[in-house]
């Protein structure tokens, strides 16, 4: 049996999404931590970037980033994960867009800011990541400073922490009354939102155990929604209607998007709308004032501070032009549908507080070579 190779560690945000997609699709493969010589001396050269996921193929195919590997087999297999109806198909591309960008500060505000539950549990993971050679205890405590230092740069700073736990708690219970109607976001099976949600939903925020304690004790059927998503089997024993239990495998019918869905993407929108609106002015500054920026040139994590307000609370975070690139495929699938489909998307989207993330887009286009994102 051909076996794929994913390179990751249990406590990363963004292996969440491949590892999920492929224990979902039946997609035989070892996850390995990249701390190994094949990986510094094969892999490494072929991603071009230390970063994880990335998988190698039984092939000898390197594809690194999430969303990347997602699409490797997503393009292969007509993209399943993607419902056939215009709104719910704009819904989960707006929810992967969320789920890799847009709960950033929840899940590093849990991770880092609640050091005697969970500093010892992180030692141990970070220490995985040591190269042959190495202390592990340095390499540990490097890697856990710097990512510190990175939840700052997300805007996960002391005056913003009530603000983060408010929403937080208000997304957790929006979610457990989702999820105690449906056993995924759209229906009886996971779409390309439900494997970008579990990222931080699963890397961060379901198992460190501040969090995971916060999650078991006020959200159990996200919990649950979070193992389901962790097995391969649909894990729906739970849902019967008149007696008979469900019969997974299908998308909600009518291209309908349920109320309770409504709700979550409103919490979601709260902060979402105004940092993606933000974040936009800022590169498109930075853009205009690197005008002669070679086309082809990688991105940057980030290329400034966007400033904006959340209920009333001004917050600031790195301006990130990886939320365009995956929020570009949103806004070109609106771009293509038919006039009364985009009119149906836009209604639904008004309705959840997120139409405009759908005019929030940059002055130059971002695609991807070689590996790597880059300015177009």
């Known amino acids: 049996m051909s076996v794929h190779t994913l390179y990751g560690i249990p406590l990363s945000l963004y292996t969440g999404k491949a590892r999920s997609y492929l224990i979902k699709n039946g997609l035989p493969y070892r996850e390995v931590t990249p701390a190994t010589t094949h990986f510094a001396q094969v892999v490494?050269?072929?991603?071009?970037?230390?970063?994880?996921?990335?998988?190698?193929?039984p092939e000898g195919l390197v594809i690194r980033d999430g969303a990347a590997i997602v699409e490797h087999f997503e393009s292969r297999a007509g993209h399943p994960a993607l419902p056939t109806g215009p709104r719910q198909r704009i819904v989960h591309r707006l929810l992967?867009?969320?789920?890799?960008?847009?709960?950033?500060?929840?899940?590093?505000?849990?991770?880092?800011?609640?050091?005697?539950?969970?500093?010892?549990?992180?030692?141990?993971?970070?220490?995985?990541?040591?190269?042959?050679?190495?202390?592990?205890?340095?390499?540990?405590?490097g890697?856990?400073?710097r990512m510190r230092q990175a939840a700052v740069a997300f805007g996960v700073v002391p005056e913003a922490f009530e603000g983060i736990e408010a929403r937080y708690l208000a997304l957790l219970a929006v979610l457990d009354r989702?999820?105690?109607?449906?056993?995924?976001?759209?229906?009886?099976?996971?779409?390309?939102?439900?494997?970008?949600?579990?990222?931080?939903?699963?890397?961060?925020?379901?198992?460190?155990?501040?969090?995971?304690?916060?999650?078991?004790?006020?959200?159990?059927?996200?919990?649950?929604?979070?193992?389901?998503?962790?097995?391969?089997?649909?894990?729906?024993?739970?849902?019967?209607?008149?007696?008979?239990?469900?019969?997974?495998?299908?998308?909600?019918?009518d291209d309908e998007i349920p109320d309770t869905l409504v709700a979550v993407l409103r919490q979601l929108a709260v902060d979402f709308v105004p940092e993606t609106l933000a974040a936009a002015d800022c590169i498109n500054e930075w853009l205009e004032a690197n005008a002669d920026l070679?086309?082809?040139?990688?991105?940057?994590?980030?290329?400034?501070?966007?400033?904006?307000?959340?209920?009333?609370?001004?917050?600031?975070?790195?301006?990130?032009?990886?939320?365009?690139f995956l929020l570009a495929r949103a806004q070109a699938e609106f771009d293509a549908l038919a006039p009364e489909d985009r009119a149906r998307v836009e209604e639904v989207l008004d309705d959840c507080h997120l139409l405009p993330v759908l005019s929030a887009r940059l002055h130059r286009e971002i695609g991807r070579d070689d590996n790597r994102e880059v300015w177009l």
Not at 44 to 57: G, M, Q
Not at 118 to 129: I, P
């Open 294 to 324: 070679p086309t082809g040139t990688p991105l940057e994590r980030g290329v400034g501070q966007a400033s904006f307000e959340v209920e009333g609370e001004k917050l600031g975070a790195m301006a990130q032009p990886y939320r365009f």
């Open 178 to 253: 989702h999820f105690a109607e449906l056993p995924y976001l759209l229906g009886g099976r996971p779409g390309l939102g439900d494997f970008s949600l579990i990222a931080p939903l699963y890397g961060h925020l379901g198992r460190d155990p501040k969090p995971l304690s916060l999650m078991q004790s006020k959200a159990v059927h996200v919990f649950r929604w979070v193992e389901r998503m962790n097995r391969p089997e649909p894990d729906v024993g739970e849902f019967v209607t008149n007696g008979e239990p469900m019969t997974p495998g299908a998308f909600v019918a």
């Open 96 to 141: 992967d867009v969320v789920g890799m960008e847009g709960l950033l500060r929840p899940a590093m505000h849990y991770r880092w800011n609640f050091p005697d539950e969970n500093d010892s549990f992180l030692l141990h993971h970070f220490s995985a990541l040591t190269p042959p050679g190495m202390d592990s205890a340095e390499v540990a405590a």
């Open 143 to 145: 890697g856990m400073g």
């Open 44 to 57: 490494l050269p072929r991603a071009k970037l230390w970063t994880i996921p990335t998988l190698e193929t």
